[in-house]
């Protein structure tokens, strides 16, 4: 069983700061590529930042210079800063990881249950 739980939402007003966590916890072999997508009321669900360990990492281009993703290989933990933060932030934050279970099987993806923030303005 493979969990990944989100948490740090919450309401901020615009220009305020966030900080995200996930944690993947369960019977995991290794976890490559981890990130965080967001999905805003009536919206598809849409890639915020997302990388593979040692690797470039991509950042939508309405973050870029104001969200920093990063990860905790010994804690299995992605993190996603959120700062000067903007109305149009506001969604569901879910977090995302390719996770082996073990070295033979291939990766499979998961998701956490997702995090609520809220930008007043």
């Known amino acids: 069983q493979v969990q990944l739980v989100e948490s740090g939402g919450g309401l901020v007003q615009a220009g305020g700061s966030l900080r995200l966590s996930c944690v993947i916890s369960g019977s995991i072999f290794s976890v490559n590529a981890m990130g965080w997508y967001r999905q805003a009321p009536g919206k598809q669900r849409e890639l915020v930042a997302a990388g593979t360990s040692g690797a470039k990492i991509n950042y939508a281009d309405s973050v870029k210079g104001r969200f920093t993703i990063s990860r905790d290989n010994d804690k299995n933990t992605v993190y996603l800063q959120m700062n000067s933060l903007k109305p149009e932030d506001t969604g569901v934050y879910y977090c995302?990881?390719?996770?082996?279970?073990?070295?033979?099987?291939?990766?499979?993806?998961?998701w956490g249950q997702g995090t609520q923030v809220t930008v007043s303005s």
């Open positions: 995302n990881a390719a996770i082996k279970r073990s070295w033979f099987q291939n990766e499979d993806d998961y």
